[in-house]
């Protein structure tokens, strides 16, 4: 069995999704599991959507539920005008899909008041509207395809917008679902993205969470592989939107695509690596665009050469510097500040301390009035803001001659307010002002990936 994601470009249009049938056609043999995400941009809809409606602006929701519908149906008509049969099963399930939202956005609007738990209602939506439409092309391909609603298979707890999946539950729930859905069938289809409580109630598992879904189900069917599918070839040695001159990377371990992926490469979501890991099951990201093409291997690290393989970035951070006099030559200060983070759920990149100071830098889409609160009852916190994070990853780093040197050397003139070095081996990380961050990133990139030592 393998599992194969579809995110929302390659499920774009009606091009798009031809081309991804004809890619899932292929490898029927080897009885794919198809995640797929919502169309483009859907999911930014429903936020929009979700938003308007928690100020109570009825009209607006209205309109962008009409286009909401509009586009879907006029998807349905596109890709099965052939078929009619199949195409009126897709327009019943859209309309019952739209018709159900816009009771409950209606509702949302007469109350004012929008809770996390609503909100994860109204934004899993575009994954059932993709599946729904994909499921009855796929058919009219002549695949043979069975339907599984992922929310009878993702197990979360009740953080409703970026659920923690139990990993336990779910290994039990999936292989039978998945082995009754494939009776009769060639492929099955299911979202991304979605979840539930374990009673039931709808969560997500945060944006961009359909890699996750596909990583989870492919651990609890010991999948042969989990293919990612794409937009662009693979994973590349920097993001070329502000790199010039990157390559895609040919196979990486598991460990630098978790660091990557949690030090800002935008490839993967940062939770995939983990179940697949687990079960050592390969993680292949394709250009579903490109389907030839042999995108970027995740295996096992004794697969994988020593190197540099990337300079990733996170754009925007928060450098929370955080001094007390209480911390010279006491024991537990560093637990009682880090208890405060885990409370918060502030999740911390890197981490640097001497004496009397300790700084940690944070992405700053998360919220740290809590944690800057708490902390200040003892200790003074002043938080710089306009900070971005460079990471240079690679497996073994440490063991290359020079690295340190290289790495710095293009930055004699720029200011570098933290660096740490994972014991792991495989990430070297400071920072930077963020003024100065796409230089930084163009400058270490040219830098490694023009001396041949470093690869
Ligand atoms: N549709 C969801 C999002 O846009 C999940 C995903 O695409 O992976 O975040
Ligand atoms: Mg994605």
Known sequence: MIVMKFGGTSVANSEAITRTISIVKG????????????????????????????SRNKAETEVLLAQLRARHTGLAHELLSGHPALCAEACAKIDSICDELESFVGAVCSIGELSDRSKAVIIGNGEYLSSNIICCAMKASGIRTGYIDARSMIVTDSCYLKGEPDSALIEERVPAIVSKAFDGQEAVITQGFVSATVTGEPTVLGRGGSDYSASLIGMAVDAERIEIW?????????????VENTRCIEKISFEEAAEMAHFGAKVLHPLTIEPAVNKNIPIYVLNSMNPEGTGTAILQSSFIADGVKSVSFKENIFVINIFSTKMINTSGFLKKVFEIFSENRVSVDLISTSEANISVTV?????????????????????????????????NIINLNGLLRKTFAPLQDCKIYMISQGASYVNISFVVDRSVLSDVV????KYLFENESCN
């Open 27 to 54: 490898k029927l043999s080897e009885r794919p599991i198809v995640v797929v995400s919502a169309l483009s941009k859907v999911t930014d809809l429903l936020y929009k959507i979700a938003d308007q409606a928690a």
């Open 442 to 445: 163009r400058q270490v990139h």
């Open 230 to 242: 794409t937009d662009v070839d693979g994973v590349r040695t920097a993001d070329p939107r502000k």
């Open 363 to 395: 992405d700053a889409s998360q919220n740290i009035d809590g944690v800057v609160g708490r902390l200040s009852e003892f200790a003074d916190v002043i938080v710089d803001s306009d900070k971005s994070q460079v990471s240079v990853i690679g497996k």
